[in-house]
């Protein structure tokens, strides 16, 4: 596959990559089945002593649960080698609002996000003030909770969601992200969410720290433009598009140059061969 991007600079495409960002559903995986060169590419990586590590805007579920499920389809993962944008959108409520009271809508991905910095989270059916909503991917929304929610933000709650992915990549197509909740309350109350997964800087910054490396000598793997892609521009990173998921060549070329990746690959079994062409 060729690629069909701007040249960013000969001086940062001939650095030798040091770190590789992955998402999964996608990427490396689609529902619990792996891609295709998906685990000769990391048992290669691993031989070359060449750092990654795996991200995801599923907020849903915890990073023992990723990794026991990325286990499960043979991938080799420690818990230091996943991030959720649950655990970002933890570290973001630390840095903003660690004395603020938070309404916490999410499954247990996100609560335990949470409930592990020692915010102070509030349930629905509470009477206190609600300072902030964080809304993740909630498998028990319904219209009492968007009630709620709603009522929240009228009486003057800041609005974060962890992301605003408008559908997840599974077994035999797609199923609603979080965006879909997401918009159902930014729709009602007139107000746009603060975004604190990818592509936000605050998903970048958290990709760098994990990896340990420089964002020049870094790389973002993933199939979204307006994700995946993304965090990778913002952080400095190169990034590689993988046409196994979400967005296509079509999309990339519709796409205006700033928000297209470095490379388009057909799948991560070709991600070796073009990093050799590197050398």
Same mark, same amino acid.
């Given at each position: 596959?060729s690629?069909?991007?701007?040249?960013?600079?000969?001086?940062?495409?001939?650095?030798?990559?040091?770190?590789?960002i992955?998402?999964?559903?996608?990427?490396?995986?689609?529902?619990?089945?792996?891609?295709?060169?998906a685990?000769?590419?990391?048992?290669?990586?691993r031989?070359?002593d060449?750092?990654?590590a795996?991200?995801?805007?599923?907020n849903?579920?915890?990073?023992?649960?990723?990794?026991?499920?990325?286990?499960?389809?043979g991938?080799?993962a420690?818990?230091?080698?996943?991030v959720?944008?649950?655990?970002?959108?933890?570290?973001?409520?630390?840095e903003?609002h660690?004395k603020s %009271?938070? *309404? +916490? =809508?999410?499954?247990?991905?996100? /609560?335990?996000?949470?409930e592990t910095?020692?915010l !102070?989270?509030?349930?629905y059916e509470?009477?206190?003030?609600?300072?902030?909503?964080?809304?993740?991917?909630?498998?028990?929304?319904?219209?009492r909770?968007?009630?709620?929610?709603?009522?929240?933000i009228?009486?003057?709650?800041?609005?974060f969601?962890?992301?605003?992915?408008?559908?997840?990549?599974?077994?035999?197509?797609?199923?609603?992200g979080?965006?879909?909740?997401?918009?159902a309350?930014?729709?009602?109350?007139?107000?746009?969410?603060?975004?604190?997964?990818?592509?936000s800087?605050?998903?970048?910054?958290?990709a760098? %720290?994990? *990896? +340990? =490396?420089?964002?020049?000598?870094? /790389?973002?793997v993933g199939?979204q433009?307006?994700t !995946?892609i993304?965090?990778?521009?913002?952080?400095?990173?190169?990034?590689?598009?993988?046409?196994?998921g979400?967005?296509?060549?079509?999309?990339?070329?519709?796409?205006?140059?700033?928000e297209?990746?470095?490379?388009v690959?057909?799948?991560?079994?070709?991600?070796?061969?073009?990093?050799?062409?590197?050398?």
């Open positions: 596959m690629s069909l991007t701007e040249d960013r600079g000969a001086s940062v495409a001939s650095l030798p990559v040091e770190g590789i992955f998402d999964i559903d996608g990427t490396v995986a689609r529902g619990r089945q792996v891609l295709p060169g685990l000769d590419t990391l048992a290669e990586l031989g070359r060449i750092r990654f795996f991200f995801t805007n599923d849903s579920k915890t990073i023992g649960t990723w990794v026991d499920r990325l286990g499960d389809m991938i080799d420690r818990p230091d080698e996943v959720t944008s649950a655990l970002v959108a933890a570290e973001v409520m630390v903003l660690s %009271r938070i *309404l +916490g =809508v999410g499954d247990v991905g996100l /609560l335990e996000a949470l910095r020692k !102070d989270l509030v349930s509470s009477e206190e003030t609600i300072d902030v909503v964080m809304m993740g991917r909630d498998s028990n929304f319904d219209t909770r968007l009630e709620v929610v709603c009522q929240a009228w009486n003057g709650a800041e609005f969601a962890t992301n605003y992915d408008p559908r997840l990549p599974v077994a035999g197509g797609f199923m609603p979080t965006g879909a909740m997401v918009k309350v930014a729709y009602a109350t007139s107000c746009e969410p603060v975004v604190t997964g990818k592509p800087p605050w998903s970048g910054r958290m760098m %720290r994990l *990896l +340990g =490396v420089a964002p020049e000598r870094g /790389l973002v199939d433009l307006a !995946d993304a965090m990778g521009r913002n952080a400095g990173m190169r990034t590689v598009l993988v046409l196994t979400t967005d296509g060549t079509e999309a990339v070329e519709e796409a205006p140059a700033h297209r990746p470095d490379v690959l057909g799948g991560v079994s070709d991600l070796i061969p073009w990093l050799d062409r590197q050398v």
